[in-house]
Structure formats: structure tokens, C-alpha cells
């Protein structure tokens, strides 16, 4: 073969090699704009496939409850009756004893609620009763409202208020408002999250409380379904003005979770606080992360 020829085929070779490698950088590159499209756009969907999977429902809800139904009991009615007084006395028992309390032997279920925590500079929702203040407080209103942040797409707002009659029961309401901005569509998608409590502090301590409570959860936008929820919190205040606070909430919504964890610290200065902190929701099968901030008020 001639010497122009063999350069010739070499060069031929070089030129097809350089144009496959360009091809397959540019189908690389396009692969990873396509998989990267495609992680924004399911990222950019949670709130509508929680939506979603709430107005669908558990399809185990009607075989489990069939199945349970079909099923009878060939315990005698003797059996029943011995078992159903034994089964109502452990639940007075634990309701009493471990939801409530001995008011008898236990001093700090009468404990005074505080005007507002540190309000003296040591204690925080509630103090000794046989401790001599100035101001009785009768009842208090606490309002909380907070930004949660997850990304620029995914934020809202989360605003609480308690209602305290007095230091035995309260009531609690907490509405989030969540919003997931789709940047490749230009839509909005938003969801609205109620829980409703009647809240108890089983335990109230100088500087720590813990409690329980029950009520109803709400989802509202396309879904508007009511569901139970039940919970428990705790707050621990130290003696620098400042306090931690932890909560978990779980309901169902159509045989679906809509769970809530909150922990937080704050910031307290008069009858006013700062707070930051973390919350975690569970909306159907969806999880949602945020960074928390914000402030709040006693009246």
C-alpha cells in the first residue's frame, strides 16, 4: 500500500473515532439533563402523590375489617363476663393511675400554671402550688408560629395555639400550610394539615412537664378527610431562659398515616420566645424534612 494511503486510512480512522466520542459525550450529556429533569420533576411532586394516595385510601382497610368480622367467638359467656370485668378494671387502673394520675399521693399534678415560663427566672409552665407569687394565673393563651424550610421548593408555615383554661386540661391546635413550587411546569401545589387536641400534662414539674393528648386531624385541599389523632410532648426548661420542647403526633387519614414530629428549642424573653428547630411529617407514603424558625407570645 502506498505511504498516502496508509496516511490517508489513518487519518479516516482518527476523524471516526473523534465524531463517535463526541456523539456519545453529547448522549451522556443528554442522559444526565433527562435523569436530572426527571429527579426535579418526582421531587418537585410530593404533596400531590400524598394527595393522591389519601383520596385513594388503604385497599387493606375492607379485606382486614371483612376478615375480622367473619370470625366468631366460641368463648362462653361466662368466660366473657369474668374477662370483661377484669379487662374494664386494668383500664380504669391504667387510665387513672397512668394517664391521669393519683391526685392523692402525687403533689405535682396541683401545681400552678405560670403567667408565662421564667416569668420569676426559674420556672417554666407551671411552679410548686404552695409557692407564694403575686399573680395567680387562672388561664393562658400561647401562640407559636413558625416558618419550616425543606428547599426553595418545598416550604410553608406552621402556626400553634394553646388554649389553657387552667393548669389541668388544655386545648391545642396546630395548622400547617405546605407549598411545593414546580419550576418546569410553573405551578403551585399546596396541602393544609390540621390536628385538633384535647391536651393533659400527666406530669408538672417545676422545670419539665410531659403529657398526652386526643383529638382529630384534618387534611383539607382535594382530600378534605377527617381522621383520630392521638400524641404525647414534653418540655424541659433550664435557667438561662432557655427551653427544649418535643412532640410526636400520629393520626390516620382514610387508613393512611399523617404523622408529625417536632423538636425545638427556644429562646424566652418576658412573655414573648424565639424558637428553632426541626419537624418531621409523614403524609401518606411521602416523608417531609424541615428546618424550622420562628417566635411566638403568651397572653
Same mark, same amino acid.
Given at each position: 500500500?502506498?505511504?498516502s494511503?496508509?496516511?490517508?486510512s489513518?487519518?479516516?480512522v482518527r476523524f471516526?473515532?473523534?465524531?463517535e466520542?463526541?456523539?456519545?459525550?453529547?448522549?451522556?450529556?443528554f442522559?444526565?439533563?433527562?435523569?436530572?429533569?426527571? !429527579?426535579?420533576v418526582?421531587?418537585?411532586? *410530593?404533596?400531590?402523590?400524598?394527595?393522591?394516595?389519601l =383520596?385513594?385510601?388503604?385497599? +387493606? %382497610? $375492607?379485606?382486614?375489617?371483612s376478615?375480622k368480622?367473619?370470625?366468631?367467638?366460641?368463648?362462653?359467656?361466662?368466660?366473657?363476663?369474668f374477662?370483661?370485668?377484669?379487662?374494664?378494671?386494668?383500664?380504669?387502673?391504667?387510665f387513672?393511675?397512668?394517664l391521669?394520675?393519683?391526685?392523692?399521693?402525687?403533689?405535682?399534678?396541683?401545681?400552678?400554671?405560670?403567667?408565662?415560663?421564667?416569668?420569676?427566672?426559674?420556672s417554666?409552665?407551671?411552679?410548686? !402550688?404552695?409557692?407564694?407569687t403575686?399573680? *395567680?394565673?387562672?388561664?393562658?393563651?400561647?401562640?407559636? =408560629?413558625k416558618?419550616?424550610? +425543606? %428547599? $426553595?421548593?418545598?416550604?410553608?408555615?406552621?402556626?400553634?395555639?394553646?388554649?389553657?383554661?387552667?393548669?389541668?386540661?388544655?386545648?391545642?391546635?396546630?395548622?400547617?400550610?405546605?407549598?411545593?413550587?414546580?419550576?418546569?411546569?410553573?405551578?403551585?401545589n399546596?396541602?393544609?394539615?390540621?390536628?385538633?387536641?384535647?391536651?393533659?400534662?400527666?406530669?408538672?414539674?417545676?422545670?419539665?412537664n410531659?403529657?398526652?393528648n386526643?383529638?382529630?386531624?384534618?387534611i383539607?385541599?382535594?382530600?378534605?378527610?377527617?381522621?383520630?389523632?392521638?400524641?404525647?410532648?414534653?418540655?424541659?426548661?433550664?435557667t +438561662?431562659?432557655?427551653?427544649?420542647?418535643?412532640?410526636?403526633?400520629?393520626?390516620?387519614?382514610?387508613?393512611?398515616?399523617?404523622?408529625?414530629?417536632?423538636?425545638?428549642?427556644?429562646?424566652?424573653?418576658k412573655?414573648?420566645?424565639?424558637?428553632?428547630?426541626?419537624?418531621?411529617?409523614?403524609?401518606a407514603?411521602?416523608?417531609?424534612?424541615?428546618?424550622?424558625?420562628?417566635?411566638?407570645?403568651?397572653?
Amino acid at each position: 500500500m502506498p505511504l498516502s494511503d496508509t496516511r490517508f486510512s489513518n487519518n479516516s480512522v482518527r476523524f471516526l473515532i473523534s465524531i463517535e466520542k463526541h456523539f456519545m459525550k453529547k448522549r451522556y450529556f443528554f442522559l444526565i439533563i433527562l435523569f436530572a429533569s426527571f !429527579a426535579t420533576v418526582s421531587a418537585q411532586n *410530593k404533596l400531590e402523590k400524598s394527595k393522591s394516595e389519601l =383520596n385513594s385510601g388503604s385497599k +387493606n %382497610n $375492607s379485606s382486614s375489617s371483612s376478615s375480622k368480622s367473619s370470625g366468631k367467638s366460641s368463648v362462653d359467656d361466662d368466660d366473657i363476663g369474668f374477662f370483661g370485668e377484669l379487662f374494664m378494671y386494668m383500664t380504669f387502673g391504667i387510665f387513672k393511675y397512668g394517664l391521669i394520675g393519683d391526685y392523692t399521693n402525687e403533689d405535682h399534678l396541683y401545681s400552678n400554671l405560670t403567667p408565662y415560663p421564667f416569668y420569676n427566672g426559674k420556672s417554666g409552665n407551671y411552679e410548686n !402550688a404552695d409557692t407564694d407569687t403575686v399573680q *395567680k394565673t387562672m388561664n393562658r393563651i400561647d401562640i407559636e =408560629n413558625k416558618f419550616i424550610y +425543606n %428547599n $426553595s421548593r418545598l416550604l410553608g408555615n406552621h402556626l400553634e395555639v394553646k388554649a389553657r383554661p387552667f393548669q389541668y386540661f388544655y386545648i391545642q391546635a396546630d395548622y400547617r400550610k405546605l407549598f411545593e413550587f414546580n419550576k418546569v411546569h410553573n405551578t403551585t401545589n399546596n396541602l393544609s394539615l390540621l390536628h385538633l387536641n384535647l391536651a393533659y400534662d400527666r406530669v408538672r414539674l417545676e422545670k419539665f412537664n410531659l403529657g398526652w393528648n386526643l383529638g382529630a386531624s384534618y387534611i383539607g385541599n382535594e382530600v378534605n378527610k377527617f381522621g383520630f389523632s392521638y400524641g404525647l410532648s414534653a418540655d424541659y426548661f433550664m435557667t +438561662n431562659q432557655i427551653s427544649f420542647s418535643a412532640s410526636q403526633q400520629w393520626s390516620r387519614i382514610n387508613g393512611l398515616a399523617v404523622n408529625a414530629f417536632e423538636i425545638q428549642s427556644k429562646y424566652h424573653r418576658k412573655n414573648y420566645f424565639f424558637t428553632l428547630g426541626y419537624e418531621r411529617l409523614k403524609i401518606a407514603t411521602p416523608t417531609y424534612n424541615f428546618i424550622t424558625v420562628g417566635g411566638g407570645i403568651y397572653f
